[in-house]
């Protein structure tokens, strides 16, 4: 893990500027078995410092692939002089955003690195048992990916800390083929918050999971087209996650309010039914740790908890510290950046659909024609919240029971449309942290909700 | 230490820690961004890159690692995590590096930029866009010039040096009229050369006029089979789908490409012709070199229709006994056809102008279901008004198989070039 150089460098910082340096280090190790061939055996590591000066809306910033004190004192001089040179090109003179009070957070986590001979073992584990308990696959692949940040920040201002965010999964993507020859695949993700050993010191543990997952599979070679349409269908947890994250939570990045997304002339306003509360939480859920927690962002400030909707009302935004003086709220810990060479800009950290009072088995009982969706391979969403999700893995609900698994297929809408038609919400909340959001930058994000009876389109053939 | 002295250390300790097989590239690069958000000149962004990557064979096993610690200690690290990697594999002949292919500097674009002319060549697109355009809001613009140098050498004796840079102009817009507004809209040229307004460059000046032409879009009442019009920006992407999905390693190797058997087949229609061509004058920074260590090659993997190649790296190609293909960029050049887009348009009864697709990458079966994004309904053989909350599906294969003509103009934008292609058969649903 990194030491701190950069620490005492505060002193270089140039009045009447705000000023945060940051030194970080990301990680990478990778594994891929396809069908049983080792086809990549990568690590790799990218270690850096970077400074971001803000001189009243015009904003330097500069970065150095070295970590020295003397990396340190050069991206100070160039982030600075860049805010100065930009700034006599631009008309912008905005006053620098107030502190909202100063200190240290403390280190959250370790990082813990395994050697790849255990990577690839786990990886060889896995495949051997795909490979003799389903003879019946036409292809598989098993995947061991991890990546961590480790940041050290100070800010002229605001917060200093030193945080790190572990991840790591597993992925295992199956292939089989329908009885006309066409080819079906499913893919799960395990791991989560942390490094190998957390997870994966027992690969059985991971057996019945791999075992749904072969059963959807084999569901799904059976699998009918949908019927397309308008249709009331109840989204599992995860599809909930990629609606909280795609299609609400992008429209609420107050970079994309001002830029003309929907959730500008939306605040204040009903845009979900009252059944429908989203937050995009920090670092805790429901009295535990959230997938990716979110302690102390890039500008320094210190992450609490952004609601975003309250009893089907658009309450907030997420914000850096510049749109949160514009809109009139508090910036809560989102202005983050992937790399050392990479800008903070607003993400999302942990965002999700809180869960209401029905059981997942009242929600699809309640349905006499419709679809039950649980997973997506992929999901996009535009500024006015129109969304588009491709289902990987559902079945048909016919008079409240499951029936058919589904082929492939695509669910659109706009969000604040979609989400008054909510009228069903589980108790309970599946989460997934695997991902990436990309928007200038890859992020590592966590979204999650509830199961959620709706009315959606969905595409057929 | 200049980038020479450092490819000559880690040679020296790649040739001390390790006694077989290896590849490796050091590099160094520069970045100068000029981010605008909603037009105006938010953040200047430098980056100072360094780099260096390493592939190490023990016998028939690899590892590589990779990592910007370019210091001796950072590249003994960096070599020791190579090796360790590549004891922890199998076996596996089927790995290997190119053969020697000799010695050679590549330079290309720019290597000494003119920053004043570049920003105010942003600076003009911004005045011309909220000129002409004054319904656009450029939401966000990226300027960059990006500079680097690289050396790659191999045990068989390869060394390449590559030199390079190149401005890069892009926008994120979209469209209001009061309390209309439009989805977002992306574009973006590469250039070497500054004597081009950016407006009238690559498909901006198209997309600020689709843009502000889409702010009372509608949606498709029911659902037809009709011709779909893909523009050069989603032909592109259509036809990086159907090299992922038919022809590339993994779906090769593993056997589910639905073109595993017909390299010399017709499988598209045949006034198609795709190539790869980084040697071809409109695209600005082309492959020089793949990743395993061929000098790059032009090809052809579509041509009038006929399947020509799978396009495998050298690892596919021992994997599966098929030629290897020397090239592993994207520099995509698609043959124009001979009618005009206008004459395209006129000769569509019922169908849509795709200028994007929200959807993800099919499954292997080739079926695609997605979101139209910025298009606009053919009723006709005219334009009948921008859409929204529009569905297409297809299948890829099918899609290609069927083309109903390609455009005789084409865009170039720097990195490709792609005419508009029209395709029928696609299934277009509203509410």
Same mark, same amino acid.
């Not at chain 2, 590549?106 to 570049?118: A, L, Y």
């Not at chain 2, 498709?220 to 019009?229: A, S, W």
């Not at chain 2, 569509?348 to 993800?360: A, K, N, P, T, Y």
């Not at chain 2, 979101?371 to 290609?400: C, D, P, R, W, Y």
């Given at each position: ?104 957070? @403390? ?79 499913? !893919? ?11 997870? !994966? ?6 057996? @019945? ?28 947890g ?26 500008? @002339? ?9 059944l ?10 429901a ?22 909707? #309250? ?11 510049? #749109? ?19 800008? @903070? ?9 809180l869960p209401g009072k029905n059981t997942v088995e009242e929600l ?22 129109? !969304? ?36 069903m919400v589980s108790d309970t909340v ?20 509830p199961h959620m ?9 | ?11 020296? +300790? ?214 779909? +019009? ?195 058969? +696609? ?5």
């Amino acid at each position: 893990m990194l030491h701190d150089v950069i620490g005492n460098k505060i002193s270089l910082f140039s009045d009447g500027v705000q000023t945060v340096l940051r030194g970080q280090e990301n990680r990478n190790r990778r594994v891929v078995l396809l069908k049983g061939n080792l086809v990549q055996n990568s690590r790799s590591e990218a270690r850096g410092i970077n400074a971001r000066v803000n001189d009243h809306g015009t904003f330097g910033f500069a970065s150095i692939a070295e970590y020295t004190p003397e990396a340190a004192e050069k991206v100070i001089r160039a982030a600075t002089e860049n805010a100065g040179a930009l700034r006599r090109h631009s008309g912008r003179n905005v006053p620098l955003p107030p502190s909202k009070g100063t200190g240290t957070i @403390p280190l959250n986590a370790a990082i813990t690195d395994a050697p790849q001979k255990e990577l690839i073992a786990l990886c060889r584990t896995i495949d051997g048992y795909i490979e003799t308990t389903y003879p019946d696959l036409t292809s598989r692949t098993v995947v061991y990916s991890e990546d961590s940040q480790d940041r050290i920040v100070c800010a002229s201002d605001a917060f200093c800390g030193h945080l790190v965010t572990p991840r790591c999964y597993v992925y295992v993507m199956m292939s089989a083929e329908t009885k006309d020859g066409v080819p079906v695949e499913l !893919f799960k993700a395990f791991g989560g918050f942390g490094s190998f050993y957390d997870h !994966f010191q027992e690969p059985e543990k991971l057996y @019945p999971g791999i075992d749904l997952l072969h059963k959807q599979l084999m569901d799904k070679k059976e699998g009918v087209y949908a019927e397309a349409g308008y249709r009331t269908v109840v989204l599992g947890g995860l599809m909930g996650g990629m609606l909280a994250h795609e299609a609400v939570g992008h429209t609420v990045e107050a970079d994309l309010v001002r830029g003309g997304s929907v959730a500008g @002339p939306n605040l204040h306003r009903r845009v979900g039914s009252e059944l429908v509360n989203m937050v995009d939480f920090a670092h805790s859920y429901a009295g535990g740790a959230a997938p990716l927690p979110v302690f102390l962002d890039d500008e320094g400030t210190k992450a609490e908890d952004a609601v975003l909707i #309250s009893g089907g009302i658009l309450t907030g935004y997420m914000n850096d510290r510049e #749109s949160a003086e514009e809109y009139g709220m508090t910036p809560a810990g989102n202005a983050r950046g992937w790399t050392f060479s990479d800008e @903070p800009i607003i993400r999302m950290r942990n965002t999700c659909i809180l869960p209401g009072k029905n059981t997942v088995e009242e929600l699809i009982a309640s349905v006499d024609d419709g679809y039950y969706l649980i997973n997506s391979g992929n999901g996009e969403a535009d500024l006015t919240g129109e !969304f588009m999700f491709g289902v990987t893995c559902g079945y048909e609900i016919k008079n409240g029971k499951l029936g058919r698994a589904l082929l492939d297929t695509t669910v659109t809408g706009v969000a604040f449309e979609m989400l008054k038609t909510v009228d069903m919400v589980s108790d309970t909340v599946e989460w997934s942290s695997s991902g990436f959001c990309g928007k200038k930058q890859p992020m590592a994000v966590g979204m999650g909700g509830p199961h959620m009876r709706c009315k959606i389109m969905i595409g057929g053939r | 230490m200049t980038l020479k002295a450092t490819a000559e250390m880690m040679d020296r +300790i790649l040739r001390e820690e390790t006694p077989g097989k290896y590849s490796y590239t050091v590099s160094e690069s520069e970045k100068q961004e000029l981010n605008i958000e909603n037009g105006e000149f938010k953040l200047l962004r430098t980056v100072f890159g360094s780099g260096a990557s390493a592939r190490v064979f023990l016998g028939t096993k690899t590892g590589s690692a990779s990592g910007n610690d370019i210091t001796e200690e950072g590249l003994r690290k960096l070599v020791g995590e190579a090796t360790a990697a590549a004891e922890s594999a199998g076996e596996d002949p089927c790995h290997d590096i190119a053969p020697n292919q000799g010695k050679d500097v590549f330079i290309q674009g720019v290597t000494e930029p003119d920053m004043d002319r570049f920003i105010e060549r942003i600076r003009e697109f911004l005045d011309t866009a909220a000129k002409e355009y004054p319904k656009v809001r450029i939401m966000y613009a990226m300027g960059s010039f990006d500079r680097w140098n690289r050396i790659t050498r191999n045990t068989n004796g390869t060394e390449f040096e590559f030199h390079g840079g190149r401005y890069s102009f892009s926008v994120e817009i979209c469209a209001s009229d009061g309390e209309k507004t439009t989805g977002l809209d992306y574009t973006g040229v590469i250039t070497a050369k500054l004597d081009t307004p950016f407006m009238e460059t690559g498909d901006l000046r198209r997309h600020l006029e689709d843009i502000t032409n889409s702010i009372d879009a509608k949606p498709i009442e029911g659902k037809f089979e009709g011709t779909v +019009i893909l523009t050069p920006g989603s032909a592109a992407n259509f036809i990086e789908m159907l090299v992922n999905n038919y022809i590339s390693d993994g779906v090769i190797i593993n056997g589910t490409s639905q073109w595993l058997d017909k390299v010399g087949e017709q499988v598209a229609g045949e006034q198609l012709t795709v190539s790869l061509n980084p040697y071809d004058e409109r695209i600005v920074i082309g492959e020089r070199a793949t990743g395993s260590g061929f000098r790059t090659e032009d090809v052809t993997l579509i041509d009038k229709g006929v399947l020509k190649t799978h396009r495998l790296s050298l690892y596919g190609s021992n994997k599966t006994g098929r030629p290897v293909v020397k090239n592993t960029g994207f520099d995509l050049v698609v043959g124009n056809g001979e009618k005009t887009l206008a004459e395209l348009i006129a000769s569509v009864d019922r169908g849509l102008i795709l200028g994007g697709f929200s959807g993800g990458q099919p499954g292997a079966n080739g079926e695609f279901s997605g979101v139209a994004k910025n298009s606009f309904l053919i009723e006709k053989g005219k334009i009948a008004g921008a859409v929204t909350e529009t569905m297409v599906n297809g299948n890829l294969g099918e899609a290609f198989r069927r083309i109903r003509g390609i455009s005789r103009e084409v865009l170039c934008d720097g990195g490709s070039v792609v005419p508009w292609i029209a395709v029928d058969g +696609i299934v277009i649903s509203g509410k």
